[in-house]
């Protein structure tokens, strides 16, 4: 009897920044994203040699880099969300999408859970952002047509990302839920109108061992890419002139919940 295909996979692709005030500036680089059903993780961690749940690994997941922090599992913590938003959190499907541990590093500035219900619709997303200062929040926001495959969602700014771009900020997610293709847009705007566009489009390859190992091939420094090139272009950002916002505490809640509210 054959097993059922797995829903984890890899969506390998580029990443890209737009800074259209008060000066334009352009970033783009090849990246990874795994995305992996965490109902899956026990199931990857016993078949693929090269991947591991919270153990060492070429590539690995820990859960104490996500949800809690604390190492303790990312189902419960991820209900536990859901329930306080009012939305239905029993036995549905959560997916993440994110960077993995290379060789135990790593430095996800943004992961997404997708949310699904018992009937398997999506219901909710969750934006889990962190900065350079160690420090993380998450915003939750529900999903207003679950049948559709594009999520828009927008909320205001409330956790320091950037020393570049101040807190006086709005995003406007766009994302195409993780098929044979996924993009993840944000554009961010202020009182001056469009700040910037950050976007992956990804696109998806089995989550096999030779998947990983022409990952690696492809992309062996990941992670010291990421932190390289972010503190790299914030030095041509602060040579370019660019303004710097003090950072502020962080918003004494680890969850922001968003309403529901109409898609656009």
Known sequence: MMSEPLRSGAYVGSVMHQRHQPTAHRLQYRVFSLYLDIDELGQLDRTLRWFSHNRFNLFSLFDRDHGAADGSALRPWVEEQLNMAGISATGGRIGMLCYPRLFGFVFNPLTVFFCHDADDR??????????TFGQRHTYLLPVSDPASSVVRHGCD??????????MDAHYDFRILVPGEKTILAIHETNAGGALLDARFIGHRRDLTDRTLIGLLLTHPLMTLKVVAGIHWEALKLWRKGMPFFSRPSPPPEAVTIVPRSPQP
């Open 122 to 131: 999506l219901t909710a997303v969750l934006y889990e952002v962190r900065n």
């Open 157 to 166: 700014k409330r956790f320091y990302v950037s020393p570049f771009i101040s």
